[in-house]
């Protein structure tokens, strides 16, 4: 027979820890769970709030159609190719616009972060010129290029250049002291200093502007397809809003925000992901 005993209950010692051990992993287990559903909770009320006005008569149907009828129309929409042919078509114009934005501010936005008399001579006019709104260009550009699509992807250009000008000429400007000491060290060449330095360090800035600037494009694309278009998620609006079809508009605005989001979640993911990239000697 062994010598070693074998406790026949737990200590009262080692139950309450396990309690208190429980208790901890459920309050975690809780706190979890209700940070992933709060934004959930305002759309949910919303919903229920639209839900239960249409159903019992608060809102003329005409002026806000109920769910139901909103998802039927989304259905029709879906199955007869107008929604996915609209999105294309909203989703080329919004990629090209942003993207010769993009590389146009990034252009500008290193200029002026790489040169101190530039930046004296051209920021203050830059600044003063993107006080002007989207839609304050839209008579002057109309008279240049007419309705046709380069002032779609103009206007979209314009919104998407603006943060990413400044996000990057920030960056370019947020280089640690340490490294430059570092680099004077090794007698780095400007374009040295560029690629191993300055480029790394604004990485996580770059990113933020980046995300902004889709979202300005994105708010750019549907404004100026309400205004001057035949086509896409925009134009879908107004023409749901000229026949007085309100369940075509709100179905067209549930997509419009569906695919911001969308795309707005995944511009955060790829920033996290370059964040976590970064090497830690750039890091605050």
């Known amino acids: ?19 208190a051990s429980s208790g901890r992993r459920a309050r975690h287990v809780l706190r979890a769970l209700a940070w992933h559903l709060a934004p959930w909770l ?9 839900s239960i006005g249409c159903e019992r008569g608060w809102i003329a149907p005409q002026i806000l159609p109920p769910p139901e009828r ?10 007869s190719g107008d929604l996915a042919s609209n999105t294309l078509i909203s989703l080329q114009r919004v990629l090209l616009g942003f993207g010769a934005g993009t590389v146009a501010g990034f252009a500008i936005g290193a200029a ?9 001579y051209v920021l203050p006019s830059f600044n003063a010129i993107v006080q002007i709104p989207v839609l304050g ?13 380069p002032l779609k992807y103009i206007l979209i250009a314009h919104a998407a250049l603006v943060p990413v000008t400044l996000s990057t000429l920030q960056g370019f400007r947020q280089t640690p002291a340490t490294l430059d000491e570092v680099a004077r060290v090794f007698k780095y060449n400007r374009w040295q200093r560029i690629v191993y330095l300055v480029l790394p360090a ?4 770059l990113a933020t502007g980046i995300r902004l600037a889709f979202t300005k494009a994105w708010l750019a694309l549907v404004v100026v397809e309400l205004v001057a278009s035949s086509e896409g998620l925009g134009y879908l609006i107004v023409y749901g809003r000229q026949l007085f079809q309100l369940d075509l508009v709100m179905a067209s605005v549930v997509v ?3 695919i911001g989001l969308a795309m707005n979640r995944l511009l955060d993911a790829l920033e996290a992901r370059l964040r976590r990239g970064q090497p830690s000697a750039f890091r605050e």
């Open 1 to 19: 027979m062994s010598d070693t005993a074998i406790p026949l209950h737990a200590a009262p010692g080692d139950t309450t820890v396990s309690a």
């Open 42 to 50: 305002l759309p949910v009320a919303l919903f229920a709030l639209w």
């Open 70 to 79: 909103v998802y039927d129309t989304f259905i029709e929409l879906a199955r």
């Open 112 to 120: 002026l972060g790489l040169s101190r008399t530039l930046e004296a």
């Open 137 to 149: 260009w839209l008579p002057f550009l109309l008279l240049l290029v007419g309705v046709g699509e």
């Open 202 to 205: 604004a990485v996580p800035t």
């Open 256 to 258: 419009v925000g569906a």
